[in-house]
């Protein structure tokens, strides 16, 4: 039997459309919540049906492999029906527009819509358009909250606490919803952010909402608790920001000689997917201070969490998993 | 000879530095006499607590006839102009096909003349095709009745061009404008380059981007001697650009849009399509900047750069949806609420940037009270608030970021060439149509 406790009055949404909205007790009830069902599933429980009968589509106008399997998993294992859904076999190449898309979705029973998409907003504007609940999957640069939310949930679990941590992304902020959505849970909790990466990827305007801003590696690394790599998404860069891969390669990758520096308890978080020999080498990927693997289990937790936190039906499930006061609401049509 | 009089209304001309209360006498189309009496032949119309300017002139609006027929019309555009107070305005040449021959001007001073709404003046193509490679056949523009020259919609971006046709227009005395903005640094953008753009992820378009050009253009004007009018300015550099370049004596001049001394680029948190526009919409610093240049004279001209695009294309994601808003039916009331109200402006010098100015830039005999010009007049109640209803406007989109807004100030009577062409009848909420008195 699994006991979720009873819901805090604290969650009133009905959407996960970014970290910057939540407040520290948000993200905290979140990760406390991810933490009982991963405990759960490391049980061995791989059935907690708190969404039976409800519906969950991926929605998902980019490529995604491990977010989007990560929904899904999380929605099957919480009993919901879960669909896939992608632009290439959808009628927006017949001109239809993503709302319109959406709304024949919802007008079909749908509960949830998990949206990945390459323009920022695009979460929101769904949100204001549907009754049912939107779960951003990854808007643009913009924010993509559950990558945010299960690399801290590693962070916390490895060391109990984010207050007084010092956690440097490095890599290519610019581009980077992953970046962002780390920047306001990271900060909420109290850690102190840096980002590191080439000049023409890192603002110093991001000094105007207290994030410290490096552009070298080697300067910042023995004073960091927690390292997430970022990918270089090439594929949202318009102009190259800086000459060559190569040349990255040897300011930002983390390899063995940069772990020598470190704090021996480092932490090494990557979001994935990762470019080996670019953001980080094999033997620091694969070594006993990477966390990369954990943040793929962790990521099923923490999207079951918010899935039952948004489209839970209160009083439903199992016995001790009263969602009363905390529910959601949008158990549509 | 019918005859019309004013009565009782502050006339405020800065054409003839008027600000007086007074009679003023509109007879066979053309401004009659001041002081005037009315007698039995005459209408009158009572203007006592309003103000009686010459008609509004916005030389900045999109009517997107022909070739984008759903977002407006030539009809339905300049009827959105005379509920705005407009009883003239500029139309750009980004039109499918563009203005670049004497039948598309034809075309649409027919079209003009058919709505019989305001007056519309055709700003044509300075390229062929508006393509930015070849001058377009300018004598034939003018000789159809152009009286400016931009690729609006697009920046001159060859430097070349730009100097010939400042060169070519010369002998015109035409004035050549340009959408300043380097292409290459604001591709993809969607908003204002800074803080809030960092946050959002959105692509940005930096200041830089029409600083730049605004002072390439600046220089080659000066080189050739050339008339300049720099389009929308938006940024506090670009400003500066003008007035250091003013006071050098070089033939530039240069008109601001309401929403770029009115919105910040923070709008954009909401993600709602009706905040992109180009220029984007910037930072505080920036709206001070276009504030402080209308204050010093600077900026010359207001202009809405009235932009509809129908629903359906800007209720997409933010990349794909189409930038600009409608403004001609806010931009009164935005001049007032924003900058009168405020006390940035005083009414003379508000009302010159809508009227005796622009005309000047475009070299129009209008914008003027003088005894014998075209009786074009617009009356405004300065006091009466109003709160922007889309479903209201005469304008066929609906494109707006102020829609709810509470303004104050607006047109009641609009009056083309001797004949009342709008009158607001009764209170809000009344339907489309009942306002037309003719």
Request: charged content about 25%; overall charge negative.
């Amino acid at each position: 039997m699994v006991d979720i406790g009873p819901p805090p009055e604290c969650w009133t949404r009905r959407h996960l459309l970014g970290l910057e909205e939540l407040s520290a007790e948000e993200i905290t009830l979140i990760l406390d919540k991810a933490m009982v069902f991963k405990e759960a599933m490391t049980a061995g429980r791989k059935k907690i049906p708190l969404l039976t009968g409800k519906t969950c589509v991926n929605l998902f106008f980019e490529n995604s492999t491990r977010t989007r399997t990560s929904f899904t998993l999380a929605a099957r294992r919480l009993g919901a029906d879960t669909l896939d859904f992608s632009a290439s076999t959808s009628s927006l190449s017949k001109g239809e527009t993503f709302i319109d898309t959406a709304k024949n979705l919802e007008a079909m029973g749908v509960d949830v819509v998990v949206v990945r998409h390459r323009t920022p907003g695009t979460p929101q504007l769904l949100a204001q358009n549907l009754r049912c609940s939107v779960i951003n999957a990854g808007d643009g640069p913009h924010e993509h909250p559950t990558q945010g939310l299960l690399d801290i949930m590693t962070i916390r679990e490895r060391r109990g606490s984010l207050k007084g941590l010092t956690v440097a992304l490095v890599g290519d902020i610019a581009h980077s919803r992953t970046a962002r959505s780390n920047i306001w849970g990271l900060k909420k909790l109290g850690a102190h952010v840096i980002v590191c990466g080439p000049s023409t990827l890192v603002s110093p305007r991001w000094a105007e909402i207290d994030v410290e801003y490096s552009y070298s590696l080697d300067d910042i690394l023995p004073r960091v608790d927690v390292l997430n790599l970022l990918r270089i998404q090439f594929e949202r860069q318009f102009s190259r920001p800086f000459p060559s891969v190569r040349e990255y390669a040897h300011l930002y990758t983390m390899d063995a000689q940069r772990l020598a520096k470190t704090k021996d308890d480092i932490l090494i978080l990557a979001p994935g997917p990762i470019n080996r020999g670019v953001e980080v080498t094999p033997e620091v990927a694969d070594g006993s201070h990477s966390a990369i693997l954990e943040q793929v289990t962790n990521g099923v937790a923490v999207r079951m969490a918010v899935l039952w936190l948004v489209a839970g039906e209160r009083g439903k499930g199992e016995g001790g998993c009263v969602a009363a006061g905390l529910a959601p609401r949008c158990s549509s049509i | 000879m019918s005859t019309l009089i004013i009565k009782n209304g502050r006339v405020i001309d800065s054409s003839q530095q008027m600000d007086r209360v007074t009679n003023l006498l509109i007879a066979d189309g053309r401004i009659a006499a001041y002081d005037a009496e009315p007698d039995d032949e005459c209408t009158t119309i009572d203007a006592a607590g309003k103000i009686v300017s010459p008609g509004l002139i916005d030389m900045h609006v999109h009517l997107r006839e022909p070739g984008s027929e759903e977002d407006e019309t030539i009809a339905t555009g300049t009827a959105a102009a005379l509920a705005g107070g407009f009883t003239s305005i500029a139309c750009m040449p980004n039109t499918d096909p563009p203005i670049d021959s004497q039948s598309i001007v034809e075309f649409i001073r027919g079209q003009a003349a058919k709505a019989d709404n305001c007056n519309v003046f055709v700003v044509a193509c300075v390229s062929k095709n508006r393509e930015g490679k070849e001058l377009a056949e300018i004598g034939q523009l003018v000789e159809a009745g152009a009286v400016a020259f931009t690729d609006d919609g697009s920046p001159i971006n060859s430097p070349e061009l730009m100097r010939r046709a400042f060169e070519y227009c010369l002998m015109f005395d035409k004035p050549v404008l340009n959408h300043s903005e380097i292409r290459e640094l604001t591709e993809h953008g969607v908003m204002h380059e800074g803080l809030t753009s960092l946050i959002l992820g959105l692509a940005g378009m930096p200041t830089a981007a029409e600083d730049v050009m605004a002072s390439r253009d600046i220089a080659l004007a000066e080189a050739t001697g050339g008339r300049f009018h720099l389009m929308h300015v938006s940024t506090g550099g670009s400003v500066d650009a003008v007035r250091r370049a003013k006071r050098r004596g070089v033939r530039v001049t240069t008109e601001v849009c309401p929403h770029h001394f009115t919105l910040t680029d923070e709008c954009l948190r909401s993600f709602d399509s009706n905040f992109k526009m180009n220029p984007p919409l910037r930072g505080k610093g920036h709206v001070q900047g276009c504030i402080d240049g209308l204050i010093d004279g600077t900026i010359d001209a207001i202009v809405s750069d009235h932009a509809p695009h129908a629903k359906e294309k800007k209720m997409q994601e933010l990349d794909r949806a189409p930038f600009g808003i409608v403004g001609l039916e806010t931009s009164l009331g935005l001049v007032v609420t924003r900058l009168i109200e405020p006390g940035h402006l005083d009414w003379p010098a508000a009302l010159a940037r809508m009227t005796c100015n622009p005309a000047q830039i475009l070299n129009l005999d209008k914008g003027t009270l003088r005894i014998g010009a075209d009786a074009d007049v617009t009356i405004i109640d300065p006091k009466v608030r109003w709160t922007v209803d889309p479903a209201e406007f005469r304008s066929k989109s609906t494109n707006t970021p102020f829609a709810g807004w509470e303004l104050t100030g607006r047109a009641e009577v609009v009056i083309v060439g001797g004949r009342v062409k709008f009158e607001r009848k009764g209170e809000e909420g009344r339907g489309k149509g009942e306002d037309y008195c003719e």
